[in-house]
């Protein structure tokens, strides 16, 4: 089964003023916080690893044996897991199998982008859409990736215009504003589990 859990960070202080909110996390990822130049990333990223916290707790895993492999992706013994955050709110995949995730604020989408990261195919598609309809329709198509990338553990290093997308799993998520995808290698899905941080 495929978990998502999800946060909504507004609600938290800038971790400038208040550096009591970054306790409970890891040395490595309260410098990543500190470090961030705009209040909105900091405010990520301590949401992030926040609900991570929270996630490997219920789990039964320590935050301590966090690890990082070779593409800098952080992992555990236990579970599979993948985090992404986008405006106000934070999401974390958690599986057995590899898994990603993905979400991005549905706004103005880059068209400039299309040509380097869709097919022809998806252009084609991405065309026949109202105007009205384009931006979710380009966030869609574009969270499908990302999480698929992420899922593999491979990240952004390949073509994106010829990427194919096989062996696995999709699911589309509903939070007002956001594209929400999982990517995962089972078939089962829950529904979303919010956490208040």
Known sequence: MVYLYATDVSSLSDPLECQKVMEELPIERQKKILNAKKQQNRLQSLGAGLLLNYVLH?????????????????????????????????????????????????????????????????????????????????FRLWTRKESYLKMKGIGIRVSLQTLEIRDCFFKEYEIPGYQVTVCAEECEFAEIIWKKI
């Not at 993905?102 to 400039?112: C, G, H």
């Open 58 to 138: 219920r789990y039964g895993i320590s935050v301590d044996t966090l690890r990082t492999d070779e593409h800098g992706k952080p992992t555990v013994e236990g579970i599979c897991f993948n985090l992404s955050h986008s405006g106000n709110c934070v999401i974390c995949a958690v599986s057995e199998k590899p898994v990603g995730c993905d979400i991005e604020q549905i706004k103005e989408a880059p068209k400039q982008m299309e040509s380097r990261v869709f097919s022809p195919e998806e252009i084609r598609c991405l065309e026949q859409v109202s105007s009205e309809a384009y931006n979710r329709e380009f």
